[in-house]
């Protein structure tokens, strides 16, 4: 079986990570000047499968760079991402539990998965923001076993 990779991703959410922007203080000193401007943006990308099927991988961008955060295997998507002041990245989804099915909400620090539930019921990963502390504040969804959403 042949595998195509499948770049159609529909990014979800953009963000900009600004660095050496500051201005110089007192007459000729300072350590102005240009700085840097990354793009980040979150979303998915797919590897076709047979009978018309994909899986998808969820993904994120820097300045047009790929970066992989699932191998394939089972669904996963990237909803939201953030950047910290060091750099570091976050990212919100979810991924798919093999046994039960379900959507597990999960987020990713510099491609590093935390599963936010057991996969016992479908959640998801909506939003995520990263605080001056580093505290990571993260939107989503559960449902409960009778199938109603919970926010």
């Known amino acids: 079986m042949t595998l195509q990779r499948i770049f159609s991703a529909t990014p979800l ?9 500051g201005s110089g203080s007192g007459s000729g ?3 102005g000047g240009a700085g840097t401007t990354n793009i980040y ?9 047979k009978f018309n099927t994909y899986e998808s991988i969820a993904t994120y961008w ?9 191998d394939g ?17 976050y990212v919100a989804g979810d991924t798919t539990d093999t046994t039960t099915g379900n959507d597990v909400a999960t987020y990713w620090k510099n491609g590093a998965a935390t599963n936010l539930t057991d996969g016992t019921t479908q959640a998801d990963a909506k939003a995520i923001v990263v605080d001056t502390s580093g505290n990571v504040y993260i939107v989503g969804s559960t449902s409960e076993a009778s199938g109603y959403s919970i926010a």
């Open 41 to 49: 943006i979150a979303g998915t990308t797919g590897i076709a499968a």
């Open 29 to 31: 000193g300072g350590s």
């Open 13 to 21: 959410l953009l963000a900009l990570s600004l660095s050496g922007c």
């Open 62 to 70: 820097k300045n047009g760079t790929a970066t992989e955060l699932t």
């Open 73 to 89: 295997t089972s669904y996963a998507s990237a909803s939201a991402i953030a950047v910290d002041g060091s750099g570091n990245v």
